[in-house]
């Protein structure tokens, strides 16, 4: 079994920044994919990003050339750097994890993971 457990949520003002961890308990870092998503009060949780075994990254229109995805397989740990941050931003984020390699069809998509981790609050004001 995989968990994940997200940090570095915080409250901040617009245009800020902050960087999001995501901690799994395995090696799926490395050979599996990964992904940010978010969930605003009264709406769907949504894809924010993702990045494969092979470090190809995918990215919401809301979120791209603000937000960065990236890993570190060393220490089994996913990031989000957000940048520029907008009161629209303000969400719980989740990291999710799959074994499968890939980015997979549709790559933010709730279906393409297994593992979720409970969330970090990011508040934009």
């Known amino acids: 079994q995989v968990q994940l457990v997200e940090s570095g949520g915080g409250s901040v003002q617009a245009g800020e920044s902050l960087r999001l961890s995501c901690a799994a308990s395995v090696d799926i870092i490395s050979t599996g994919r990964m992904g940010w998503f978010r969930q605003a009060p009264g709406k769907v949780r949504e894809g924010v990003a993702a990045?494969?075994?092979?470090?190809?990254?995918a990215y919401a229109d809301s979120v791209k050339g603000r937000f960065t995805i990236s890993k570190e397989s060393a220490k089994n740990t996913l990031y989000l750097q957000m940048n520029s941050l907008k009161p629209e931003d303000t969400a719980m984020y989740y990291c999710?994890?799959?074994?499968?390699?890939?980015?997979?069809?549709?790559?933010?998509?709730?279906?393409?993971?297994?593992?979720w981790g409970q969330g970090t609050q990011v508040t934009v004001s």
């Open positions: 999710a994890a799959d074994p499968r390699y890939g980015l997979g069809i549709h790559p933010l998509g709730e279906y393409e993971y297994n593992y």
């Open positions: 990045i494969d075994d092979g470090g190809n990254t």
